[in-house]
């Protein structure tokens, strides 16, 4: 008899197992569905992800619906799109042999009468989002008055989701003497909270040390000023040539600008966000997976769920605005009890920040300077040699053999390696040769200091004063506001002052020497499909009174320059393309040139050329030395 008839699952269940290939249950699965089988009741179950929970609750749920009945017996709440998508999707795989069982999948992005008009075909199980739920509750599309059954999934990502209160009010709708399920891989409070206040003696389960996973996870910080934020994920990737990654950025728009910068210096990278169709994200995950992307490119949310076994590093290119993100963050690496690393990049005004993450963490952070050009060129060779060594031969060669030894007759083997080596390597170290070293170390203060608060010393004399559409209604305060700034324009630390962020507009200072470059830059920058519009202000110098005639907010305001720009592509991509005709593992990637991205051409690369032809070429690492296929050139069309 197998693993899963002594568990108490009936025929079409264990059938359906069979075509899904599972041998054995999980510990979850084994621990959870008998108790769910023959009683019923409530149940609380922690375990980490990636250990089977959806079955847990999935078989034993398929089990008990009836499915005669066509009226609406169960409710799952996931928290993201992707994750509703995949439960319906194995959901419909565990009840194929189930006759009359309908699952719909209920969440934001997609037609809400569609979705109605399936759940009133009679569906008996619905696997929905919390807010896309608490819509049609809202507008009386659905009834969950008489459920049996309700399933919070990944409750603690629900709740850090920020959807406590739909929860909250979801169940409130349903019936009291229904039974709630909860499932989840960690228990932070406000899981236990629900548990408390929705669930009667709930049966818990543990699988697994709570919390586990962090304590294979090292925590690194890098200290650069912030220009060289680009370049120094660039050498931690060449520094590690091996890295399959997760790259946090803090918004959409960063987080497509670096995944484009990454894919045009030759890294096989993708981004991830909300902006993506479903077929795009689904394509970069697919990717991923198959380890044809190192580095994934990601915001917060697009995130949420990954559940990607071996991540080696998770990068934070910006730290996240709430510190409890890093958590999550970081726990997307270090899984199933392999070793994984989490990289802070930080700048001065941001290693407070790092000092409020350890106590967080209650692990210490270990300072790391980005190493130096010949510290990578090091480690590249050495991989490079260990790649020649464990290559295979495929024999075909032999026959190329002669001609090629009668042109390398003559050279020792000595000579012989070293030209072999240099081949690969030359334009490497001509980059890094040509290139400062970026590594800053940090004081010691700075971490109890708040950095380079604003105001700064300075001379009004001769400073000039700009005046920008942009504000507190783009969600700018004046740090993030001076962060944009300095990197949209590639300036120092220090080269951006007196930020004052209105709602609709802004003011800020730079020395005279910087304006060419900020009317240049900055009014060929588009924000989320708006056109960034900056001119010189009237107030010369740094004054606090409102800009003449702005004080409408900047929206519409300031002349336009139609036509200046290439128009905005709809729905445009992350750096991806899933092309299911091209049939090459290379097909992957395109960096759309007319994508909502801002073109910052020159905004990050302080010290990597990568014109084409230019000797001082940035080196493309995935085509020198990576073992990952090395993505298509960035179209341009
Ligand atoms: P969790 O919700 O705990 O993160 P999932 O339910 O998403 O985990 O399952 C993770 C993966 O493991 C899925 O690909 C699933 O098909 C697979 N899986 C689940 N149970 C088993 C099993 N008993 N045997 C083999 N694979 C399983
Ligand atoms: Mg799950």
């Given at each position: ?156 990502e629900m709740l850090n989701m920020g959807f406590y209160e739909d929860i909250v009010s979801i169940l409130s709708d349903t019936p009291d003497q229904k039974n709630t399920w909860l499932f989840s891989a960690t228990m932070p409070q406000e899981v236990a909270r629900i548990a408390k206040q929705f669930m ?74 909300g902006d993506l169709s479903q077929a795009q994200r689904d394509g970069v995950m697919k990717s991923f997976r198959g380890r044809q992307i190192q580095m994934l490119v990601a915001t917060d949310v697009a995130a949420r769920g990954i559940d990607v076994d071996n991540i080696t590093h998770v990068v934070n ?275 759309d040139r007319n994508s909502s991205a801002p073109k910052r051409e020159g905004g990050f690369r302080s010290s990597a050329p990568r014109t084409e032809g230019s000797s001082e070429r940035a080196p493309r690492r995935s085509e020198n030395f990576g073992d990952a296929p090395r993505p298509r050139r960035p179209?341009?069309?």
């Amino acid at each position: 008899m197998n693993k899963f008839e002594q568990l108490g699952l009936n025929e079409s269940l264990l059938k359906a197992i069979l075509d899904l290939g599972f041998e054995n249950p999980s510990e979850v699965q084994e621990k959870a569905i008998p108790l769910l089988l023959e009683k019923d009741t409530d149940m609380v179950a922690l375990a980490q992800t990636g250990t089977g929970k959806t079955a847990a609750f999935g078989f034993p749920l398929i089990q008990k619906i009836d499915a005669d009945n066509r009226n609406t017996q169960a409710l799952v709440l996931s928290p993201t799109r992707e994750l509703c998508l995949q439960i319906t999707n194995e959901l419909k795989n565990y009840s194929k042999y189930e006759k009359g069982i309908n699952v719909v999948a209920v969440y934001g992005g997609a037609s809400i009468t569609e979705q109605a008009r399936e759940i009133k075909r009679g569906a008996q199980i619905i696997v929905a989002t919390p807010g896309r739920m608490q819509d049609m509750i809202n507008r009386g599309l659905v009834n969950i008055k008489n459920i049996d059954y309700c399933i919070l999934d990944e409750a603690d990502e629900m709740l850090n989701m920020g959807f406590y209160e739909d929860i909250v009010s979801i169940l409130s709708d349903t019936p009291d003497q229904k039974n709630t399920w909860l499932f989840s891989a960690t228990m932070p409070q406000e899981v236990a909270r629900i548990a408390k206040q929705f669930m009667s003696d709930p049966l818990e389960i543990t699988v697994g040390t709570k919390n586990s996973g962090s304590a294979t996870v090292s925590h690194e910080f890098y200290l650069v000023n912030a220009r060289d934020r680009y370049e120094a994920l660039k050498r931690l990737a060449d520094a590690n040539p091996d890295i399959f990654s997760v790259v946090f950025c803090r918004t959409k728009r960063d987080t497509q600008a670096i995944a484009e910068k990454l894919i045009e210096d030759g890294y096989s990278a993708a981004a991830l966000h909300g902006d993506l169709s479903q077929a795009q994200r689904d394509g970069v995950m697919k990717s991923f997976r198959g380890r044809q992307i190192q580095m994934l490119v990601a915001t917060d949310v697009a995130a949420r769920g990954i559940d990607v076994d071996n991540i080696t590093h998770v990068v934070n290119y910006q730290l996240p605005d709430e510190i409890e993100t890093y958590n999550h963050r970081s726990g997307r690496t270090g899984r199933a009890g392999k070793l994984g690393t989490s990289i802070v990049i930080v700048t001065k005004s941001e290693m407070r920040k790092i000092s409020s993450i350890e106590r967080i963490i209650k692990q210490k952070f270990e300072e790391k300077s980005i190493p130096s050009g010949i510290e990578i060129c090091e480690i590249q060779l050495l991989h490079l040699a260990n790649k020649i060594k464990d290559t295979e031969v495929d024999h075909e060669i032999d026959n190329y053999l002669p001609a090629i030894n009668n042109v390398l007759e003559g050279l020792s083997k000595e000579e012989l390696i070293k030209k072999m080596v240099s081949v690969e390597f030359n334009r490497f170290i001509a980059y890094y040769k040509k290139n400062r070293d970026i590594s800053t170390q940090s004081s010691g203060s700075e971490r109890r200091e708040r950095g380079d608060s604003e105001p700064r010393e300075f001379n009004n004399n001769g400073a000039v004063r700009y005046f920008v559409n942009i504000g507190s209604r783009d969600n700018f305060d004046w740090m993030s506001l001076k962060d944009y700034l300095k990197e949209t324009l590639d300036l120092g630390r220090d080269d951006v002052f007196k930020v004052d962020v209105k709602e609709g507009f802004s003011f800020f200072n730079t020395d005279p020497e910087h304006t060419e470059k900020v009317m240049e830059v900055l009014n060929n920058v588009q924000l989320e499909g708006r056109r960034i519009n900056v001119e010189i202000s009237k107030n010369d110098g740094g004054g606090r009174r409102d800009h003449n005639g702005r004080s409408g907010g900047g929206r519409s305001s300031g002349p336009r320059r139609e036509g200046s720009f290439a128009p905005r592509r709809e729905g445009s991509g992350g750096g991806f393309r899933s092309d299911r005709n091209s049939g090459s593992r290379e097909g992957g990637f395109r960096s759309d040139r007319n994508s909502s991205a801002p073109k910052r051409e020159g905004g990050f690369r302080s010290s990597a050329p990568r014109t084409e032809g230019s000797s001082e070429r940035a080196p493309r690492r995935s085509e020198n030395f990576g073992d990952a296929p090395r993505p298509r050139r960035p179209r341009r069309d």
